[in-house]
T-cell receptor, first 114, second 115 residues
Framework: GESVGLHLPTLSVQEGDNSIINCAYS??????FIWYKQESGKGPQFIID?????DKRQGQRVTVLLNKTVKHLSLQIAATQPGDSAVYFC?????????????FGSGTQLTVLP | GAVVSQHPSWVICKSGTSVKIECRSL??????MFWYRQFPKQSLMLMAT?????????EQGVEKDKFLINHASLTLSTLTVTSAHPEDSSFYIC???????????FGDGTRLSIL
């Protein structure tokens, strides 16, 4: 079946640097994408989302880029802080029926070094 | 806004017992709730989709008689793991949405350990 995948399972960055987390998706019919942050022992926390009619969306210190041509999604975190250390998941959603189910990628462990 | 509460956060019980996990949307009405399972260092795997007032839709390979889901109101869904065994030990997470074209909001999960 089709799935969402990540290029790198782990990423270490220096505090203050920018982080880029990448995600590849295979279902060209997906029309909604979300990035979640999951800290140890907690549930995923919504960070930012983007719909397929957009190629870029910015939030507070975060930017999501969507390249539908190559089915690639990225999350950019500016001025990475220790509190950003967590596992980041991308998720894709295919609008079908009334239930918006998400397919999660395998996750990237981001570690912020002091 | 969009707070989802899950209870209990941690439970340990003997093999053969049943465990009920509650998922509540505190400040919104959830048209749909989802139940996930997550093993250590792995991603979230969808178990079932729950719509208020109707039967849950289970993913392939998930036993509906093993994992009973009840969505009695727009703010509460429960997952009951019946006759739990050690292989059922996992992190169970629920999420809720207000409607289509909205992100899922997650609870903080329930760590289930079966001895």
């Amino acid at each position: 079946g089709e799935s969402v995948g990540l290029h790198l399972p782990t990423l270490s960055v220096q505090e203050g640097d920018n982080s880029i987390i990448n995600c590849a998706y295979s279902n060209s019919a997906s029309d909604y994408f979300i990035w979640y942050k999951q800290e140890s022992g907690k549930g995923p926390q919504f960070i930012i989302d983007i719909r397929s009619n957009m190629d870029k969306r910015q939030g507070q210190r975060v930017t999501v880029l969507l390249n539908k041509t190559v089915k690639h999604l990225s999350l950019q975190i500016a001025a990475t802080q220790p509190g950003d250390s967590a596992v980041y998941f991308c998720a894709e959603n295919l609008s079908s029926g009334s239930a918006r189910q998400l397919t999660f990628g395998s996750g990237t462990q981001l570690t912020v070094l002091p | 806004g969009a707070v989802v509460s899950q209870h209990p956060s941690w439970v340990i019980c003997k093999s053969g017992t049943s465990v009920k996990i509650e998922c509540r949307s505190l400040d919104f009405q959830a048209t749909t709730m989802f139940w996930y399972r997550q093993f250590p260092k792995q991603s979230l795997m969808l178990m079932a989709t729950s719509n208020e007032g109707s039967k849950a839709t289970y993913e392939q390979g998930v036993e509906k008689d093993k994992f009973l889901i009840n969505h009695a109101s727009l703010t509460l869904s429960t997952l009951t793991v019946t006759s739990a065994h050690p292989e059922d030990s996992s992190f169970y997470i629920c999420s809720a949405v207000t409607g289509n074209n909205q992100p899922q909001h997650f609870g903080d999960g329930t760590r289930l350990s079966i001895l």
